[in-house]
């Protein structure tokens, strides 16, 4: 069997320069380059999660940003129950460990994906995204009223969680860390979508119908990857939450849910590398931009509107070699 | 004569569409094993009858007994498990995934669930051999590695009925295989649908009437929704309702 090498190369690739960037930083000494790309790669992460049911389930998704969020704010209360002594809930004692936090974010962000999952997946169309982007909406106010979490200041988490005596305040261990999370969530995604499992929710994208017609019961399937998509989320808030020492409603807010969207439709949807590239593109264009003018996102606008138009697989389709190679 | 019990049977089924009757009281039976044609003017209604047995249409009265169990209440997906299988008359395939992917999904599903989450499915050679031997009966083995969306036409007919044969169905339900076909295209169908006859109950919905003669064991006629004949080839043929329902039209 041949199989196409070359989206395979190019994502080794990007994962090369990833590893090598932070020593030509350092080497440099440009230190906020580490962190710049550190917030690149937790974005990558949270649009490769929305990309496994955007770009390969075709499910359009407008509330990404709650999974996000919500693996954001787990860290985020946990810490500060750890700081004031109060367990949550009378009963769940705070912890500054993120061995118990990141398995805690993801724990909430999927649960919550299962719950919003099960009740939107039964519409399809404008519907569907409607009703993604009204449920993630009410988390978000959930979280500007809660005053108990700073309500819209959000919380601070004035020190990142530990992890087996690792300094994760210090810049290149934590973009290590993130590098890692990275790469290995990529990777799931890859042996996700050749599975049995991503030949249906491929299949699904296409062609609805005929997956019922050879006997799918379509339903269970978007609702698993759905929950595998909000989990991936969860990872990436739970990321930013310790490497912003911050986190607000703004993480929920459905800007946000946006952003993610037009990481994956920048970078290229269906492909494992599109998103990662999607994420350093825009992270990259705003942080340029706005260095450059207060009025940024008025230059950002037609910037993705040409990019959009001019390459319709997005940015992956431009890398030559990899025309016509979508949905690897 | 021995009574066989039918394989389907459909009893007393009625579909409204507002105020049309789609379906008027249809009865009609499938033995086992027979090729039974549905043949009927435009709009009598065949399709409609065809998504009603295959589940995608709720009758609005009467009842489906597949295999003797009841199934009017089933979903499409508990049908096909039961064995019922259908080919489009406008064909639903996977445009991005390559012929031998499209069957290869069918047989994956077949065997059990698909929650599985790592081993690339597309090196199975479970799925991949059994998927060729469908393409094979269908003659479309020498397309497999090409994507649905670059096959012809005639080549999408063929691989519905490859998709639906990878189901392994007791019952196929072929709704007009050869729509659109070229003259050699309906008959190489025609030939492939007579290999398939005897092994596989079929009920057939075509208006290639050539086709149907040479191929089915009986014939129901439909017209406006209600079942006016149902006889072998020859009974058919000599039915005075079935040439009056068929000369109005070609005059009108």
Redesign the interface.
């Given at each position: 069997?041949t199989t196409n090498r070359r989206p395979l190369m190019a994502l080794g690739l990007t994962f090369a320069v990833l590893l090598v960037l932070p020593f030509v930083a350092t080497a440099l000494d440009s230190t906020a380059t580490i962190s710049l790309v550190t917030r690149m790669m937790i974005y990558a992460i949270a649009a490769s999660s929305l990309n496994l049911i955007l770009g390969y389930g075709g499910m359009v998704s407008f509330g990404h940003a709650a999974y996000y969020g919500l693996g954001g704010y787990t860290v985020g209360i946990l810490y500060a129950h750890f700081v004031s002594g109060d367990p949550l809930f009378g009963i769940i004692p705070g912890t500054n460990q993120f061995l118990i936090t990141l398995p805690a974010a993801l724990l909430v962000s999927g649960l919550f994906a299962l719950a919003l999952g099960a009740l939107s997946l039964r519409t399809s169309g404008v519907q569907f995204i409607m009703i993604t982007l009204a449920f993630a909406q009410m988390v978000f106010f959930l979280f500007v009223s809660l005053e108990m979490y700073g309500g819209d200041d959000g919380l601070i988490i004035r020190r990142p969680n530990e992890l087996l005596g690792l300094r994760l305040r210090d810049e290149l261990t934590f973009y290590f860390l993130t590098l890692g999370f990275l790469a290995a969530y990529v990777g799931l995604c890859g042996?996700?979508v050749?599975?049995?499992?991503?030949?249906?929710i491929?299949?699904i994208r296409?062609?609805e119908?005929?997956m019922?017609?050879?006997?799918?019961?379509t339903y269970r399937?978007k609702l698993?990857a759905f929950v595998i998509a909000g989990m991936g989320a969860g990872l990436a808030g739970a990321l930013m939450a310790n490497h912003a020492r911050f986190v607000s409603p703004d993480m929920l807010h459905w800007t946000k849910s946006g952003e993610l969207m037009i990481m994956v439709i920048l970078g290229g949807m269906g492909t494992l590398l599109g998103p990662i590239l999607g994420a350093i593109s825009l992270i990259g264009l705003e942080s340029v931009l706005s260095g450059w003018t207060e009025n940024w996102q008025f230059y950002l606008g037609p910037i993705l509107v040409l990019i959009v138009l001019f390459a319709r697989g997005g940015l992956y389709s431009l890398i030559p070699g990899l025309r016509g190679n979508g949905?690897d | 004569m021995a009574v066989t019990e039918p394989l389907l049977r459909i009893v007393q089924l009625v579909k409204r569409f507002g105020g049309l009757v789609a379906t008027d009281h249809l009865s009609l039976d499938v033995r086992p094993g027979e090729l039974h044609a549905l043949i009927g003017p435009n709009g009598a209604g065949k399709t409609t009858v065809m998504s009603q047995i295959?589940g995608?249409l709720r009758q609005d009265a009467g009842q489906i007994i597949f295999a003797g169990q009841e199934i009017s209440a089933m979903?499409?997906?508990r049908r096909?498990?039961l064995g019922l299988?259908?080919s489009?008359q406008v064909t639903?395939?996977?445009?991005?995934?390559t012929a031998l992917?499209n069957v290869?999904?069918?047989v994956?599903?077949?065997l059990g669930h698909?929650?599985?989450?790592?081993?690339?499915?597309?090196?199975?050679r479970s799925l991949r051999e059994a998927a060729w031997r469908y393409l094979e009966q269908v003659g479309l083995d020498h397309r497999a590695d090409v994507r649905v969306a670059d096959l012809s036409h005639g080549e999408h007919k063929q691989l519905e009925l490859a998709?639906a044969l990878?189901?392994e169905p007791k019952l196929l339900l072929m709704d007009e295989p050869m729509a659109g076909l070229g003259a050699t295209e309906s008959r190489q169908m025609t030939e492939l649908l007579g290999r398939l006859k005897g092994r596989i109950t079929m009920l057939l919905v075509e208006h290639d009437m050539e086709a149907v003669f040479a191929l089915a064991d009986r014939i129901s006629v439909l017209v406006y929704g209600r079942c006016i004949a149902t006889g072998s080839p020859a009974e058919i043929r000599a039915n005075a309702e079935v040439r009056a329902a068929y000369l109005t039209e070609d005059e009108a």
């Open positions: 069997m042996r996700i050749n599975s049995r499992f991503g030949m249906v491929g299949g296409q062609n119908r005929r019922a017609a050879i006997g799918v019961s399937y698993v949905r | 295959a995608e979903s499409t997906v096909v498990r299988a259908r489009f639903q395939l996977l445009e991005d995934y992917d290869a999904l069918a994956q599903v077949r698909s929650f599985r989450f790592w081993a690339n499915a597309r090196r199975d998709i990878a189901t």
